[in-house]
């Protein structure tokens, strides 16, 4: 599976922009997975020993110390240090501003807010909610489903080896590097801007933002997560995990059977269908076709823009949205999704996992032989072909056509406008 749109080709197997040795050209970014070095502006990095440079920034994995402007963590005892803030990982304490925590038995301040985990507890301004071992605030608003922990504004989110921030952004899984940031899978450590995040125990800084995962306590603003059964507020928006039910501006939806009523959108579990606008997405074999967009899971590739990613390791970034597939999560302006029993929303949008498919305005796409049309686009699944406007793509040995570009898998060589790459020693016009 191979998909192209923009100044960007990706291809499933022996691809450029490559999961497995992984070899990416983008813009002025060129990467390479295995030894890995990638180069980007002024940033160079290298895995094994990771050592990266950016800006300010200096990471070095193993033992793992990352500096950037005024901050410096170390993993293993895990220490940070940025601005106000500072952590230690082990017992876990952090303090951020006139925020404090103690991982443990959990107990955060901030602000007006106050939360102790076990029981749980939390309060900000007028609003407190208790369920089970979890909490959740109003505001800024954090959400906590499975291992994954999101935040809705400067938006960050955790699942499995995945993290993401949105806003300055950074994503990672694999060893793949996005945009302006550096990010290593492993003892995992991001940088970008005042953003600094170690995957193990997890712990990520971004703003005045502090997050560990393990019991999973996060703080934005005023906002604290703790995972357990999690509930999470946002607007008139509420959620509880576990029998997991949702309210959200006109949306309602219930996990299990799991409907959902949003805007435009209806789905159901099951046979799950779900429309919004020009997106229409089916998981299990997943396809999703939102404007522009194209992707496919399980070879999956998605194209939107510049943008172009392939599962595997797959990462991929399109201006502040950032996917992972594996353990899944995905951001898009408003939008958050995690993958297991899987609940998204964007807009009026909600789509859940399971037989799932969804249709929404031009489109219609069914899981299993899987054939959707939206717009000028058709694409089938299985040995999945598309066409939209001047794109052409065929999942197996792969070739497809747009613009100036002509790509085929194998031994894949493409070519848009002064760009060509080949994959194997990857070659790159710019």
């Keep these: 599976?191979?998909?192209?749109?923009?100044?960007?080709?990706?291809?499933?197997?022996?691809?450029?922009?490559?999961?497995?040795?992984?070899?990416?050209?983008?813009?002025?970014?060129?990467?390479?997975?295995?030894?890995?070095?990638?180069?980007?502006?002024?940033?160079?990095?290298?895995?094994?020993?990771?050592?990266?440079?950016?800006?300010?920034?200096?990471?070095?994995?193993?033992?793992?110390?990352?500096?950037?402007?005024?901050?410096?963590?170390?993993?293993?005892?895990?220490?940070?240090?940025?601005?106000?803030?500072?952590?230690?990982?082990?017992?876990?304490?952090?303090?951020?501003?006139?925020?404090?925590?103690?991982?443990?038995?959990?107990?955060?301040?901030?602000?007006?807010?106050?939360?102790?985990?076990?029981?749980?507890?939390?309060?900000?301004?007028?609003?407190?909610?208790?369920?089970?071992?979890?909490?959740?605030?109003?505001?800024?608003?954090?959400?906590?489903?499975?291992?994954?922990?999101?935040?809705?504004?400067?938006?960050?989110?955790?699942?499995?080896?995945?993290?993401?921030?949105?806003?300055?952004?950074?994503?990672?899984?694999?060893?793949?590097?996005?945009?302006?940031?550096?990010?290593?899978?492993?003892?995992?450590?991001?940088?970008?801007?005042?953003?600094?995040?170690?995957?193990?125990?997890?712990?990520?800084?971004?703003?005045?933002?502090?997050?560990?995962?393990?019991?999973?306590?996060?703080?934005?603003?005023?906002?604290?997560?703790?995972?357990?059964?999690?509930?999470?507020?946002?607007?008139?928006?509420?959620c509880t995990q576990g029998a997991m039910s949702c309210t959200q501006g006109a949306m309602s939806c219930t996990e299990g059977a799991m409907s959902c009523t949003q805007g435009a959108t209806a789905s159901t579990e099951g046979a799950t269908s779900c429309t919004e606008g020009a997106m229409s997405c089916t998981q299990g074999a997943m396809s999703c076709t939102q404007g522009a967009m194209s992707c496919t899971q399980g070879a999956m590739s998605c194209t939107q823009g510049a943008m172009a990613s392939t599962v595997g390791a797959m990462s991929c970034t399109v201006g502040a949205m950032s996917c992972t597939v594996g353990a899944m999560s995905c951001t898009e302006g408003a939008m958050s999704c995690t993958q297991g029993a899987m609940a998204s929303t964007e807009g009026a949008m909600s789509c859940t996992q399971g037989a799932m498919s969804c249709t929404q305005g031009a489109t219609a796409s069914t899981e299993g032989a899987m054939s959707c049309t939206v717009g000028a686009m058709s694409c089938t699944e299985g040995a999945m072909s598309c066409t939209e406007g001047a794109t052409a793509s065929t999942q197996g040995a792969m070739s497809c056509t747009q613009g100036a570009m002509a790509s085929t898998e194998g031994a894949m060589s493409c070519t848009q406008g002064a760009m060509s790459c080949t994959q194997g020693a990857v070659q790159r016009e710019l």
Excluded at 196 to 216: I, L
Aim: proline share 0%; aromatic share 0%.
């Design 1 to 238: 599976m191979a998909s192209t749109q923009g100044a960007m080709a990706s291809t499933q197997g022996a691809m450029s922009c490559t999961v497995g040795a992984m070899s990416c050209t983008v813009g002025a970014m060129s990467c390479t997975e295995g030894a890995m070095s990638c180069t980007q502006g002024a940033m160079a990095s290298t895995e094994g020993a990771m050592s990266c440079t950016q800006g300010a920034m200096s990471c070095t994995q193993g033992a793992m110390s990352c500096t950037v402007g005024a901050m410096s963590c170390t993993v293993g005892a895990m220490s940070c240090t940025q601005g106000a803030m500072s952590c230690t990982l082990g017992a876990m304490s952090c303090t951020v501003g006139a925020m404090s925590c103690t991982q443990g038995a959990m107990s955060c301040t901030q602000g007006a807010m106050s939360c102790t985990q076990g029981a749980m507890a939390s309060t900000q301004g007028a609003m407190a909610s208790t369920q089970g071992a979890m909490s959740c605030t109003q505001g800024a608003m954090s959400c906590t489903q499975g291992a994954m922990a999101s935040t809705q504004g400067a938006m960050s989110c955790t699942q499995g080896a995945m993290s993401c921030t949105q806003g300055a952004m950074s994503c990672t899984q694999g060893a793949v590097h996005w945009g302006s940031m550096a990010s290593t899978e492993g003892a995992m450590s991001c940088t970008q801007g005042a953003m600094s995040c170690t995957q193990g125990a997890m712990s990520c800084t971004v703003g005045a933002m502090s997050c560990t995962e393990g019991a999973m306590s996060c703080t934005e603003g005023a906002m604290s997560c703790t995972q357990g059964a999690m509930a999470s507020t946002e607007g008139a928006m509420s």
